[in-house]
Structure formats: C-alpha cells, structure tokens
C-alpha cells in the first residue's frame, strides 16, 4: 500500500479505484464475523485485492529501484520470501496457533529456530509430498 503512494503520481484515478476497491473489502471483513477467516494462513479475505497490491509493490519497487543497487533489492526481496516461507513452515507444523494471537517475541524468535527445532520433520513432509 505504501507504492500507492507512488502509483498516485502517475495514474490517480487508477490508485482511486484501487483504494476504494481496498477500502471496500476491508468494510466487508471488518464486518465479518470471523475477520481472521478463522483457521486460515494470512488474510484470505485480501485475496481479490491482490492485484491492487501487486501494482502498489511494482510502484514503490521501481521508486527504490533508482535509489538502491540491484543486488541490495533482490536481497531484500528474497529475505520477505524465506520469511513467509518459514511462517508457512511454522503454520504447517502447528508451530503457531492456526488461530489467535502469536505474541512478537515468539513470533520474531522462532522465525530463526524454526528449522533446527523441526528440521527432521521437514524433510519428513517435503518426501512424503513428491
């Protein structure tokens, strides 16, 4: 959302349409009675407005793109991947609760013990599923 921002610049009513159509699907989950889509990973309820964010990060990406080295974009973009990867790991491992809150600290600390912790298991899954 923070490329939207950027996107503003160049097509506002592109980014107009792309807010309300966030805006409104936001007001339909607030609304929701089980806004966290109950045991689900992420925000499913987001699903359709990815596009829209999917334009926002290409905007704010372009925009940082001209003020940072390539190498320096593509590490960071590959850190957010292996750092959604291994929530996907914990959630498949019940490593965190399917629903509720997760306090930060755990959040944060068994992002990086994740793998020592479970790595048996892993493997364990990762064969069975080819």
Known sequence: MVGWSRLW???????ALLASNFALQLYVVASWSAWSAAAAFGQRFFTNVMLAFA??????????QKRV??????AGCAFFIIWNG??????????????????LDDLL?????????????IIEILLKRS
């Open 109 to 121: 600390l068994g992002q990086f013990t994740v793998v020592p912790r479970y790595f048996k298991r």
């Open 9 to 15: 610049r160049k097509d506002r009513r592109l980014t």
């Open 69 to 74: 080295p390539l190498g320096w974009l593509v």
């Open 86 to 103: 291994l929530l996907i790991i914990r959630y498949v491992l019940e490593d965190v609760p399917r629903m509720g809150p997760v306090p």
């Open 55 to 64: 334009l926002g990060l290409a905007a704010l990406l372009a925009f940082i």
